[in-house]
């Protein structure tokens, strides 16, 4: 039973979707698909401006994506104590300073922890050091926990796997490390704030009773009740609070980053959180940057029946009549303008639909076109490895559902350009 459990856990906390059989990868099987309309609000008006998309067409489609798929966010506050619980000034070789900062969320006589690790460049060099007096910062999640991202014995583990209160496989360290290329993050000169996504929101049909779900007794049983990817999404924004307090961050230029289900946690909490300049979407597919109207790799009713934790229930609706759905991801997109928006794909990674991951960010250009912004140039698709840097940028890569260096060199150039620092700037 154990070693079951253990399975369970471990598929879950790596972030990898167990490709079924019935799903479809014949682009000659997509049916013909009307999407909704992103700039004709509910009462017929076309939006022809700026004015126009603030005040009345983003706050339908923000009621609209939360009532029909991620979970209207609860209004009340919980609060917060935040305690940095270690420091080390010389870590990974003196290049950073590494703090582990504890944060206790309290609520209806309630406590839920979540421990941030948090990597700060000690030395900027060339450029940067002129450009620079505090940090640009990457925020997100982490899968297998903070243990795990890196060999340093004395990261602790996350609050999550210290409930479980097991000792295999794991807690083993290091095994997460690809996916975080710390050294080369902090020598490019940003910060790195990461958590474990299960200290939130455990990711379980019922991780809702040990989550932050408890702290907010308003958030009822309705269809458009809140689950994990809202809660994950809130979670962002209270990191995003800690590091818009510190010295050393620059609270003008946060990217949030996320990778497959929290690639999704990463658009709905950038769609809200306006702090958030840069938005990247990492392979976060159906429910993420992936039209649903396509039926392509994961559909919606495959999502909802494996995680049924993630959505709010009005989502299930749509299992098997995604043609019905009264909105898409494209519109998703759309509200983070006129912010930077991201989405990456894998070449590799059918499943999670690229061309369309592409096609929603291309359909949501003309919104930052309202703004004198760039979308996306083209409903056809670059090639591999030829990355389109403009105001929503894209890149497929060659490989599988992975966050490699070449994702992570590309986010890089692309928040310099967005920034303003050294080679890169301008787009």
């Known amino acids: 039973m154990k070693r079951t459990l253990l399975l369970l856990l471990i598929m879950v906390t790596t972030g990898i979707y167990a490709q079924q059989p019935e799903a479809n990868y014949d682009e000659a099987r997509v049916p013909k698909y009307t999407l909704p309309e992103l700039l004709t609000c509910e009462d017929g008006t076309t939006v022809t401006t700026v004015r126009q998309w603030e005040r009345r067409r983003r706050p339908e489609l923000m009621r609209i994506m939360a009532d029909g798929e991620y979970g209207r966010t ?12 270690a420091e080390n000034r010389q870590a990974l070789n003196g290049k950073a300073t590494q703090q582990q900062v504890l944060f206790t969320f309290s609520g209806q006589g309630r406590e839920v922890k979540a421990l941030a690790l948090v990597y700060i460049p000690n030395h900027l060099s060339g450029p940067q050091q002129k450009q620079r007096s505090r940090v640009p910062v990457f925020i997100g999640y982490n899968f297998p926990g903070n243990h795990a991202i890196t060999d340093d014995p004395a990261v602790r583990f996350s609050p999550f796997f210290e409930r479980l209160n097991i000792d ?60 994990a990817l809202g809660a994950w999404a809130w979670g962002s924004s209270r990191i995003a609070d800690w590091v818009c307090r510190q010295r050393w961050a620059d609270a003008h230029k946060l990217a949030i980053i996320g990778h497959s289900r929290q690639g999704k946690a990463a658009l709905w909490a950038g769609a809200q959180d ?121 890149h497929i890569r060659a490989g599988r559902h992975d966050v490699t260096d070449y994702d992570w060199l590309q986010y890089m150039d692309y928040c310099d350009s967005v920034f303003g620092y050294g080679r890169h700037a301008g787009h």
Request: hydrophobic share 35%; proline share 7%.
């Open 74 to 85: 609860p209004k009340a506050k919980v609060k917060v104590r935040y305690e940095v619980v």
């Open 168 to 227: 295999d496989a794991l807690l083993q360290r290091a095994r997460g490390m690809s996916r975080w290329p710390l050294s080369m993050i902090i020598e490019r000169g940003y910060a790195v704030v990461t958590m474990c996504y299960n200290d939130i929101f455990p990711d379980n049909a019922d991780g809702a009773r040990q989550s932050v779900l408890t702290l907010f007794p308003e958030n009822t049983d309705g269809d458009a009740r809140w689950q």
């Open 274 to 394: 306006t702090r958030f300049e840069v938005v990247i979407s990492n392979e976060s597919g159906c429910g993420g940057a992936a039209l649903s109207k396509r039926e392509f790799g994961e559909r919606v009713g495959r999502i909802t029946s494996s995680f049924p934790h993630w959505f709010c229930p009005a989502f299930t609706r749509y299992s098997g009549r995604e043609q019905e759905l009264p909105f898409d991801q494209h519109q998703l997109l759309a509200l983070v303008a006129p912010r930077h928006l991201y989405v990456a794909s894998a070449e590799g990674d059918q499943w999670s639909d690229p061309r369309g991951e592409y096609l929603a960010a291309y359909y949501a250009s003309p919104v930052y076109a309202l703004y004198g912004l760039r979308g996306l140039p083209s409903p056809s698709m670059p090639a591999i490895h030829q990355p389109i840097h403009n105001d929503i940028a894209y």
